[in-house]
């Protein structure tokens, strides 16, 4: 089966400090997505992308957030500036369509010290 | 937006019986609703999932009914087995999931 790939898979900052983690979504997907669990917590919306360009964020994605895809291939999210409680799992997700199945990545888990 | 609900939050069941776990939305738009297991440290991985031009599905031992004039949907596992024991997520999609709260299955021996 297709694997969406997550790097790091674990990630250590410090406070106030830029990181960006990076996705490898499947390769005939058209539509990418960040999520975002706080340990013990429920899995939140982030952004979706879709054509270049985002489609959707919710509150949580602020102006400290940021997704680019560089190139054909990787998808990223970018923390400008992290707060301790940006603290969580980081998962990235794709899929071949607006309500089609979305493929999870393993996550990142990221820790800001 | 829309808005998932999840009950319950935990669920303890011993080995052999059922668990049901349901799940209400609020956006009439939503026409997907998949279900995740999620194990500790990893992925919420789809176990099933049910279109709203369908009203129950089923896979082995999981199955799913939805009931769209009432916005709810429902997850039953019957014949439960220890390894059934996870956080299980509902969720409700439109142009984005919607993730409910979870519920923590406990399958007891």
């Known amino acids: 089966e297709p694997e969406v790939t997550q790097t790091p898979s674990h990630q250590v900052t410090q406070m106030g400090q830029e990181v960006i983690l990076r996705c490898v979504p499947i390769?005939?997907?058209?539509?990418f997505y960040w999520y975002r669990q706080i340990l013990g917590q429920k899995v939140e919306f982030l952004v979706s992308?879709?054509?270049?360009?985002?489609?959707?964020k919710s509150e949580i994605f602020d102006d400290q957030f940021s997704v680019e895809r560089p190139d054909g291939s990787n998808f990223t999210l970018k923390i400008r500036s992290t707060k301790l409680e940006d603290s969580a799992m980081y998962f990235c997700?794709?899929?071949?369509?607006?309500?089609?199945?979305?493929?999870f990545g393993k996550g990142t888990r990221l820790t800001v010290v | 937006g829309e808005n998932v609900e999840q009950h319950p939050s935990t669920l303890s069941v011993q080995e052999g019986d059922s668990a049901v776990i349901k799940c209400t939305y609020s956006?009439?738009?939503?026409?997907?609703f998949p279900w995740y297991k999620q194990e500790l440290g990893k992925r919420p991985q789809l176990i099933i999932d049910?279109?709203?031009?369908?009203g129950e599905k089923k896979d082995q031992r999981i199955a799913v009914t939805l009931n769209k004039t009432a916005k709810h949907f429902s997850l039953h596992i019957t014949e439960t087995q220890p390894e059934d024991s996870a956080v299980y997520f509902c969720?409700?999609?439109?142009?984005?999931?919607?993730f409910g709260g979870g519920t923590r299955v406990l399958v007891k021996p």
């Open positions: 956006d009439s738009a939503s026409n997907y």
């Open positions: 049910i279109r709203s031009n369908v």
């Open positions: 390769s005939n997907h058209l539509y």
């Open positions: 997700a794709s899929s071949p369509g607006q309500g089609a199945r979305a493929f």
């Open positions: 992308f879709y054509n270049n360009e985002i489609s959707e």
């Open positions: 969720a409700a999609a439109g142009n984005k999931l919607t």
